[in-house]
């Protein structure tokens, strides 16, 4: 080297840069996987649960379930007898079997389906409005069963049955929800619509950045389809768990086939997100998969020193 002549170091990259940017790239992507199943439950809440007009289209073939239909009979039945008690105790031994076995059969009418859509659509607007408005009164929400007594007590004094003008039919409200649980529920609604909002454009942020920042974006795909894969098993197993919970939780042992028909119901799309999350994830892996079988092959064969079929360079024809 001649004398004056700046001695320059040659700049070397750091061999740990592809270890560390495909490390990275893996946690962004993980985090991505265990978020997609908690961004379609937030979702699901917010927007199916919360849709008055969906919601009631969910629940409106339940009007045709035997459990459904004997729930209701019974629920209305006791507090028909309940008002009765409170006002006359002669009359609520006489009229209590006669008006149990009205409501089984008003049940199958059409009229019923119409009372309980129409319920329904009462229960979920009361309950909307008490969960988004800061204003409303700190009592329970309550939904009036009136208009399904009235149809009865109608169907009553139409079969001429004694004392059906003396069935009461105004105010006759079943709590839904706790006053001292409408404010929990109020926050929980509110962070549940911003989880909606923000946790798929999280999750989705996180996957593009990982599979971007990654240097073997093969295996990195392969593994982002295994997570959410695995994403979408978890959300099947928190709905059949959420569904024996529930289940389990409820005081009355009759009522459980009611329940869990309506837990059905409202879950359908969820455990359709959570089956199409599984497909999609396992398809996604095994296309990756696949599609590095020959690149492998080659590397293996070059690792071997045998000659690559795909640049092994054709036969010659033999020299005169």
């Not at 007594?149 to 039919?169: C, F, G, N, S, W």
């Not at 997100?273 to 998969?289: F, Q």
């Amino acid at each position: 080297m001649a004398e004056g002549t700046p001695h320059r170091t040659p700049h070397r990259t750091p061999q740990r840069n592809p270890r560390t940017r495909d490390a990275l790239a893996a946690a962004l992507l993980a985090l991505a996987c265990l978020l997609t199943p908690c961004a379609v439950l937030a979702a699901w809440a917010a927007h199916d649960l919360a849709d008055t007009t969906r919601y009631v289209r969910t629940v409106a073939p339940l009007a045709t379930d035997p459990n459904v239909r004997d729930a209701v009979a019974e629920a209305v039945g006791d507090q028909v007898v309940r008002e009765l008690d409170a006002r006359s105790t002669d009359s609520a031994a006489t009229l209590g079997p006669f008006v149990r076995d009205a409501l089984h059969s008003f049940t199958r009418t059409d009229a019923f389906r119409t009372a309980w859509e129409a319920g329904n659509r009462a229960v979920h607007d009361a309950l909307l409005h008490a969960l988004r408005d800061d204003a409303t009164t700190r009592g329970p929400v309550t939904v009036d069963l009136a208009p399904v007594t009235a149809q009865v007590k109608q169907r009553l004094e139409a079969d001429r049955m004694p004392y059906a003008h003396r069935i009461p039919v105004q105010h006759t409200e079943v709590p839904v929800v706790p006053a001292d649980e409408v404010a929990g529920l109020r926050r929980g609604y509110r962070l549940l619509e911003t989880a909606a909002l923000w946790l798929p454009l999280t999750a989705v942020t996180l996957a593009v950045t990982g599979v971007a920042l990654a240097v073997s974006r093969r295996r990195v795909l392969t593994a982002a389809g295994l997570g959410t894969a695995l994403g979408g098993a978890l959300l099947a197993l928190a709905v059949a768990l959420g569904r024996r919970l529930t289940l389990t939780d409820l005081p009355d042992a009759v009522h459980r086939p009611a329940a869990a028909a309506v837990y059905d119901a409202l879950t359908a799309t969820l455990r359709t997100a959570s089956w199409l999350l599984l497909a999609v994830g396992a398809a996604a892996a095994l296309l990756t998969w696949l599609s590095g079988v020959p690149a492998r092959r080659r590397d293996r064969l070059r690792t071997a020193g045998a000659p690559d079929p795909a640049h092994t360079p054709a036969p010659t024809g033999a020299r005169t």
